[in-house]
Nanobody, 122 residues
Framework: EVQLVESGGGLVQAGGSLRLSCVIS????????IGWFRQAPGKEREGLAC????????LYGDPVQGRFDISIDKRKNTVYLQMMSLKPEDTAVYFC???????????????WGQGTQVTVSS
């Protein structure tokens, strides 16, 4: 019933920008947070950003380095990750996920999307 669907990934050259979208459906009770994570092959998932469904102050992780912005459009039930100044090391599968808490700890997110591939070429 609860679904998170990512889109917007693709191939981009280093220095370029990309906007990822996460469409949310099936949430009917309580407050929750939406986080963005990424995972490269053979590596652990990295927490990038987290925002409340009610659009409070977002939380950002160290890998962002000031280059990414998270936002929510409540009318569209969509959370965005705007990525700027992309680097080859940003290449990964990007996931959105739901948590009851404001956190960037992957184990505290119990509902995940399927991911969207971002590839940054140099």
């Amino acid at each position: 019933e609860v679904q998170l669907v990512e889109s917007g990934g693709g191939l981009v050259q280093a220095g370029g920008s990309l906007r990822l979208s996460c469409v949310i459906s099936g949430f009917t009770s309580g407050d929750y947070f939406i986080g963005w994570f990424r995972q490269a092959p053979g590596k652990e998932r990295e927490g990038l950003a987290c925002i409340s469904r009610n659009d409070d102050f977002p939380l950002y992780g160290d890998p962002v380095q000031g280059r990414f912005d998270i936002s929510i459009d409540k009318r569209k039930n969509t959370v965005y990750l705007q990525m700027m100044s992309l680097k080859p090391e940003d290449t990964a599968v990007y996931f959105c996920a739901r948590s009851p808490w404001k956190t960037l700890v992957a184990d505290e997110y119990l509902t995940w999307g399927q991911g969207t591939q971002v590839t940054v070429s140099s």
